[in-house]
Nanobody, 123 residues
């Protein structure tokens, strides 16, 4: 599975962005998908996860209420809608695919990763 993120950019605090992650291959619908982010000098951290059907969704407390993860299996794409952005949301955002069925926030549980897209929130 190859993953390509897009939709990042520079936005003012309080603004919104929608990130997309396009996956190659015909097995996309069998993977749970996650979004992670990594700020300079910090470890990569979990943001959100959606299971294969979209019926199970989990968010990090830091983004709960401000982010919405969704997927379109017909388009092999997962999305992350972000609103009320804060400067502390500035990071490179990565999508990742997990073959497992157990909800996990750990980077090592995800099997495939995209190259990332930069999100910068100015104050």
């Amino acid at each position: 599975v190859q993953l390509v993120e897009s939709g990042g950019g520079l936005v003012q605090a309080g603004g919104s962005l929608r990130l997309s992650c396009a996956a190659s291959g015909r097995t996309f619908s069998s993977y749970a998908m996650g979004w992670f982010r990594q700020a300079p000098g910090k470890e990569r951290e979990f943001v959100a996860r959606i299971n294969w059907s979209g019926g199970s969704i989990y968010y990090a407390d830091s983004v709960k209420g401000r982010c919405t993860i969704s997927r379109d299996n017909a388009k092999n794409t997962v999305y992350l809608q972000m609103i009320s952005l804060k400067p502390e949301d500035t990071a490179v955002y990565y999508c990742a695919a997990d073959k497992g069925r157990v909800t996990t926030t750990q980077t090592y549980d995800y099997d495939y990763w995209g190259q990332g897209t930069q999100v910068t929130v100015s104050s």
